[in-house]
């Protein structure tokens, strides 16, 4: 299947600094991007759909000024956290579909930040 | 409302038995279903997926998964449960051209040798 690969897959970060995700496919091209965020033990809430070129959906309640999404190829997209704050400590996991003819999406490693 | 449930949080089988996680789903439109896996602090595996065709499909690792249109479900099965199969998985379905997925909230199977 295809590869989605997520950096870092580790963080550690103090309170009010930023935090930059990235996702790249590996051996696709993805006009769409997918990001999500996991509570332990929980399911998978999507915060955005990132799109190539134009300007990220956010869903409802995510904030577009803290979770900054950028789709400037179409093999990366970044998450990046700003002005992290502990509430922010979370998996982070991000997603792409192949479209040229797959049609289940595939997952990046994803990212455990934590913000101290 | 699109939605897909996972009634169990937690399965546990004897290790060589088989097993079953279950998962229904309510979406408008032909349903594109997917069962993943998740092993701690890491993404998401793809195991297998419903598109069209047989209602028996067969993925990753031994797993298979069976939609049942009448009852709307698509329960993941395994003839015989390892302890490696240990792990979370999620069911999760899209319907037709619409791009987001609707997830299960996650059953977490626990295989004892």
């Known amino acids: 299947g295809a590869v989605v690969s997520q950096h870092p897959s580790r963080v550690i970060c103090k309170s009010g600094t930023s935090v930059k995700i990235e996702c790249r496919s590996l051996?696709?091209?993805?006009?769409?991007m997918f990001w999500y965020r996991q509570f332990p033990k929980q399911s998978l809430m999507l915060m955005a759909t990132?799109?190539?070129?134009?300007?990220?959906?956010?869903e409802q309640g995510v904030e577009k000024d803290k979770f900054l999404i950028n789709h400037a190829s179409l093999t990366l997209s970044t998450l990046t956290v700003t002005s992290a704050h502990p509430e922010d400590s979370s998996f982070y996991i991000c997603?792409?579909?192949?479209?040229?003819?797959?049609?289940?999406?595939?997952f990046g490693q994803g990212t455990r930040l934590t913000v101290v | 409302a699109q939605s897909v449930a996972q009634p169990e949080d937690q399965v546990n089988v004897a290790e060589g038995n088989p097993l079953t996680v279950k998962c229904t789903y309510s979406?408008?439109?032909?349903?594109?279903l997917f069962w993943y896996v998740q092993y701690p602090n890491r993404g998401l595996q793809f195991l297998l997926k419903?598109?069209?065709?047989d209602n028996l499909v067969k993925g990753s690792y031994g797993f298979e998964a069976e939609f049942n249109k009448s009852q709307t479900s698509f329960h993941l099965k395994k003839p015989s449960a390892l302890v490696s199969d240990s792990a979370l998985y999620f069911c999760?379905?899209?319907?037709?051209?619409?791009?987001?997925?609707?997830w299960g909230l996650g059953t977490s199977l626990a295989v004892n040798p």
């Open positions: 419903y598109i069209t065709g």
């Open positions: 997603s792409a579909r192949d479209e040229r003819g797959n049609t289940e999406a595939f």
């Open positions: 051996d696709f091209q993805a006009t769409t």
């Open positions: 979406v408008s439109g032909n349903p594109y």
């Open positions: 990132s799109n190539e070129g134009s300007k990220a959906t956010y």
């Open positions: 999760a379905v899209r319907a037709g051209n619409n791009r987001k997925l609707i």
